[in-house]
């Protein structure tokens, strides 16, 4: 007589078990400045042009006379020609001001904070550039025969300039590219700006 084993109680892995698919990482775009000033400047001038206009028609609707000034810019916009140089020079302002307003509507503004990578789609990030220039700035000073650096980060390029008072130029240039890309790696920016290391000798003195 054969006996037949008992199958096992522990639940059998499946070593093809898929596993759960990670979400791809979410675009990082730049962020938007807010723009109050110009915002509150102009709604002050519309909201007063409008006050004082809505002002002068009440009044006349009212049988007072008119204010002075609209009177003026009544006359003038009925009798002066289209070729007058007041004419052109308001035109040319009013155009260069909508330009203005229409820039700052269309572009984000905030260039001193850079955008880091999204690792979860509901978390943003961004680093102030003078913040990324200390950081980069402390990893140069650590590098061998570097007396002092200066560090300026910009959205596409990181520029390094070092003084090196002692061991040979190029090896401390090649120590301090190396530092230079590790610490924009570190930073963990979405763009990460290429680095640009120059070095020199300090200056002699007398």
């Known amino acids: 007589m054969t006996t037949t084993p008992a199958p096992d109680p522990s639940p059998v892995r ?3 078990e898929k596993k759960p698919a990670t979400a791809p990482a979410a675009p990082a775009r730049r962020f938007w400045a807010v723009r109050r000033v110009p915002a509150a400047l102009l709604a002050a001038v519309v909201l007063g042009g409008a006050g ?4 002068d028609v009440a009044a006349v609707r009212a049988d007072h006379p008119a204010m002075a000034w609209r009177k003026e810019v009544a006359d003038g ?7 007058s140089t007041w004419v052109l020079a308001g035109a040319s302002l009013a155009a260069a001001l909508g330009l203005w307003l229409l820039f700052l509507a269309l572009t984000p503004g905030l260039r001193s904070v850079l955008p880091m990578r999204r690792d979860h789609p509901d978390v943003r990030a961004g680093l102030d550039r003078g913040a990324a220039s200390l950081i980069l700035r402390d990893r140069a000073m650590e590098v061998s025969g570097v007396q002092s650096a200066k560090v300026r980060v910009r959205r596409s390029r990181a520029t390094v300039r070092a003084v090196s008072h002692f061991r040979d130029l190029d090896e401390v ?5 190396h530092a230079i890309a590790t ?18 000798r300090p200056p002699r003195k007398g």
Not at 77 to 83: G, K, Q
Not at 173 to 177: G, H, N, S
């Open 14 to 16: 499946d070593e093809d």
């Open 77 to 83: 916009l009925a009798t002066r020609p289209l070729d």
């Open 173 to 177: 240039r090649a120590d301090l590219e």
């Open 183 to 200: 610490g924009v790696d570190e930073l963990g920016l979405a763009r990460p700006p290429a680095p640009k290391v120059r070095v020199a």
């Open 52 to 55: 004082l206009l809505l002002y």
